[in-house]
């Protein structure tokens, strides 16, 4: 009786679809058999200041080399004359008095307001009509100067869109600040600041920011980025990276406690990302980091998930430098692990949550897992990570530390530290992979027979490259995107071993990216996500509680019939969802036979991803071409009948 009426419903639909009819894939799904618990972490993100993610990003500073560190240090900044005499610029180092932040930029002006020095943005800088722009300077003026400031904000034909003046009077360093508002949109505009009357005044960490920020911080992040990153309701948040962490050299690895404290006080360092790749070069990349360690934990606090920091563990990047640290001298490494727990946990009382309740964050960030070095290898890694373990085990027992197991997923050097670090009872593993989409397909199985009593799996690092170069010509198609969808059905099948899963990179600027594909395009007004991006929140919008049984004909969905599929439970909502992705270029109806479902009649949301072209792509032009649809379908006697439409990924929510 029931193959009866599920046949009829799909002889219905495809007789008004007009298409031929079908063999219907029947699929059992068994509501009351859960098995794995879904973390909450299973779905985060992962934060690298790579392709201008941090600034000239989602950190909102519109100034270029605000504080003249750059290795050039007039960077970004130009002399304007207009005809001016007399007018000169110096740049002043004084590392003696200021180690972090040593030089400055001293003005000498003889009167007419028609000598200036004008700042180009990050490939311009953003602004909005009617939007209020907050510029400040740290500056003094030498004794019996009258020297004015010219705010001026123009656009890209260099006419000014909003202006206001500043009196610089002390002759001690101070903080001058002053608002105005634009009255014109546009995407690359300008800063001049004019100099008007007679004298020398001496000017850092020269600022512009939005009104607009995040929560309306002074001085925080763009927001519209960040309420990209808050739709996905991510887990976790991973920062700083990456690659980032490690450095080039040792020199330049991430070092956490030079991102806290005072934004004059962080000592700025190149970015990694500046010279990685010949063929996209960014010379004026650099980390100034405004964006640093307290402002990624209290990000992660504002959206809802666990902060997720990973730290270098004594050695730089394997494919630059390989430098490593001494083994005998990686104390200070290891202190600065403790030390970050501290930060982020630590009672008010203790020197670093003394820091973190200074910077405004009295109650801790609830801080649970570390990451000890990001793509290492080798028995280098393994000797240094021990180190690490140790101590941190000791004092925080509680924390769980995630592990690199190299930047493959398989191979020579995967395979040792995989079989090392299990042996050693790791916590968590975290696995790489960058690989061609037909490889996601190939691997939704990957983890179906992972150890269930070994370490927890990581896959801290994915993406389907379509062209297989990252600094090359990959794009974000549904192509990518669909078979990511595919895989991650088989991360969610398999949630009692993978705990965690990220996306990467996150964030790309369009004029300004080394590496692609990405999850989030932006320009400096407005921004997007791809066709993954939209996977990813669907899957993450759609966590559940508990993994469920899904199989056709007695097996796991993991390409049969080039479908692909998980289910699980939402204790919370009391739902059922389905995740099925449909992988070949034709419609296919399936028959989802729901036992354990108590309301036999109910209607489901259906909510689908598809595209007819595998190369379509999002963009500023058609940023949703790739965009979940939604609609209601009905179950009727505990079955749910679908055509699955080509080459989408649908996901199906009801209540149980
Ligand atoms: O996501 C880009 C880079 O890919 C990361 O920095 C690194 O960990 C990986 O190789």
Not at 46 to 75: C, H, W
Not at 196 to 213: A, N
């Amino acid at each position: 009786m029931k193959m009866f009426r599920n046949f009829s419903i799909v002889f219905l639909f495809a007789l008004s679809a007009g298409s031929t009819i079908a063999q219907v894939k029947n699929i059992s799904v068994n509501i009351d058999q859960p098995k794995a618990e879904i973390k909450q972490t299973m779905w985060g993100v992962f934060f690298e200041d790579i392709n201008l993610a941090a600034d000239g990003g989602i950190y909102a500073e519109l100034v270029k080399n605000r504080s003249f560190e750059f290795t050039t240090p007039l960077m970004g900044w130009k002399e304007q004359k207009k005809g001016a005499v007399g007018g000169s610029l110096l740049v002043v180092n004084r590392t003696t008095e200021n180690k972090n932040n040593p030089r400055y930029l001293r003005v000498k002006n003889a009167l007419s307001g028609n000598y200036g020095i004008t700042n180009e943005g990050f490939r311009g800088m953003g602004v909005k009509k009617d939007m209020q722009y907050n510029f400040s300077v740290v500056a003094r003026s030498s004794k019996d100067t009258k020297l004015q400031l010219r705010i001026e904000l123009v656009n890209a034909k260099g006419e000014t869109i909003g202006s206001s003046k500043l009196s610089i009077d002390n002759t001690q360093w101070k903080k001058y600040a002053v608002s105005f508002t634009s009255s014109a949109t546009d995407p690359k505009a300008q800063l001049n600041i004019w100099f008007e009357g007679k004298g020398s005044v001496d000017m850092d960490m020269i600022s512009l920011f939005p009104q607009d920020t995040w929560k309306n911080r002074p001085g925080g992040l763009r927001a519209d980025l960040v309420q990209l990153l808050a739709d996905l309701k991510p887990g976790f948040v991973r920062f700083p990276g990456g690659c980032i962490v490690e450095g080039r050299d040792l020199a330049n690895r991430y070092q956490w406690k030079k991102t806290v404290g005072k934004v004059e006080d962080r000592e700025l360092i190149i970015n990694r990302w500046n010279t990685e790749f010949a063929n996209r070069s960014a010379p004026d990349y650099f980390q100034s980091f405004g964006l640093g360690f307290y402002e990624y934990f209290l990000l992660s606090e504002d959206i809802g998930a666990s902060p997720l920091p990973i730290l270098n563990c004594g050695m730089a990047c394997q494919f630059n430098t390989a430098e490593v640290v001494s083994a005998d001298q990686l104390d200070p490494y290891v202190q600065d692990a403790l030390d970050l727990i501290e930060f982020a946990n630590g009672s008010v009382n203790t020197k670093w949550g003394k820091l973190r309740a200074a910077m405004g964050h009295p109650s801790p960030f609830n801080l649970k897992m570390m990451g000890v070095g990001n793509e290492q290898w080798g028995p280098q890694y393994i000797e240094r990570y021990t180190y690490f373990a140790k101590a941190i085990k000791q004092k925080y027992p509680s924390i769980q530390l995630i592990n690199s197991v190299g930047p493959y997923s398989d191979g020579d050097l995967f395979k040792f530290l995989n079989d090392t670090l299990r042996k050693m009872h790791a916590d968590i593993l975290d696995e790489h992979y960058y690989r061609s989409p037909e490889w996601f397909l190939q691997n939704a199985k990957r983890y179906d027979n992972y150890d269930r009593n070994g370490p927890k799996i990581f896959s801290g690092e994915y993406a389907a490259h379509p062209v297989g170069i990252p600094n090359g010509p990959n794009k974000n198609n549904w192509r990518g995107a669909l078979a990511e969808a595919a895989f991650m059905t088989g991360l969610e099948r398999n949630a009692d071993v993978v705990n965690m899963a990220s996306y990467a990179p996150l964030l790309a600027h369009i004029d300004g990216w080394q590496w692609t594909p990405d999850l989030i395009w932006f320009d400096n007004l407005t921004s997007y996500g791809s066709p993954s991006y939209y996977v990813q929140k669907l899957f993450s919008n759609n966590r559940g509680t508990q993994v469920v049984p899904i199989e056709m004909n007695g097996e796991v969905m993991a390409g049969k019939d080039s479908l692909y599929a998980s289910a699980c439970i939402d204790k919370n909502t009391n739902e059922l969802i389905i995740k099925i992705a449909n992988t070949i270029g034709k419609e296919q109806s399936v028959s989802f036979n729901l036992s354990g479902l108590k309301n036999a009649n109910t209607k489901a949301m259906l909510t689908y991803l598809r595209s007819d072209d595998m190369n379509e792509v999002n963009s500023f032009e058609k940023p949703v071409a790739v965009a979940p649809i939604s609609k209601q379908v009905d179950v009727k006697d505990k079955v749910l009948t679908l055509p699955l439409s080509a080459s989408s990924f649908s996901v199906i929510r009801m209540k149980l």
